[in-house]
């Protein structure tokens, strides 16, 4: 009998688990976008025509008035290589850039990564670090993260990188938010910083840094902008359906507890 409920108790540990699980950040597919690229004066290179890919991550699916999430920009590939000029050294490479804020909110956010990347070897794939920001939400709605603008930075030097057209790389769902009163909204970021070293390169593939903008509190009214362009995905879950699973989950590890405490040998010699 221990045994046997000793196995219930971890299958009941497990399925808590999964249910405590379900609740994940918002994501959108990989966002393809053309960019044009200004290396750094006096390094012999030209603008560079390419494509970027980005993925954009909020910390919350499912968001509401008032909340602050932390958005990430993660780069899957650079508009252009590292040019045949020098190979770039371990931890040489810092990116920045702007993420504008659409739909029901306005505003940018201001996004900067650490400088840390591998070995890049000339004329080959530049590897940028994951670059996060903040944004307040105060408005409820549709709102759009869209890749604006990134800067690569190595050996003090910048590589200004501007995406042509700005496509839609996230959308959140915010829901009204208690407490939130009527105003303007602009989106609010945290600052970004870039270092150097000293020394003179270029590399091409990054980003313009743009200062993050204040946020004012807004009205729990619901305006949905649609997403622009192509961009397929939207950021939430449905907070219902959530909530759902989870009482579900709440009956079956109820149920599964009587089952597994009730005295069943006694029961029976009784009868």
Known sequence: MNRNRLAWVALLATVGAALLSGVEPAAAADLSFATTCIPPAGVGLGTVHGT????????????????????????????????????????????SGTITVGGAQSGSVSVSGPMTNPAIPKNSPMVISAMTGTLKLTKAGQVTLSPAAYTI????????????????????????????????????????????????????????????????????????????GDLASTGGDSGTFQALGLLGGSILLVGAAVFVLTPWRRLRRSR
Request: proline share 5%.
């Open 52 to 95: 970027s890919i980005a993925d954009l991550t909020s910390s919350s699916s499912s968001p509401k008035v008032g909340d602050t999430v932390t958005v990430t920009w993660t780069t899957v590939k650079a508009a252009s290589n590292n040019p045949g000029i020098i190979d770039l050294q371990p931890n040489t490479v810092k990116p």
């Open 153 to 228: 930075t190595v050996l003090g030097t910048d590589t200004k990188c501007t995406a042509d057209s700005p496509k839609v790389g996230l959308t959140l769902t915010v829901a009204a938010g208690s407490g939130s009163s009527s105003g303007g909204s602009t989106a609010s970021s945290s600052p970004s910083s870039t270092t150097s070293t000293t020394g003179s390169t270029s590399t091409t593939g990054s980003t313009s840094t743009t200062g993050g903008s204040s946020s004012s509190s807004s009205s729990s009214g619901s305006t949905g902008s649609s997403s622009t």
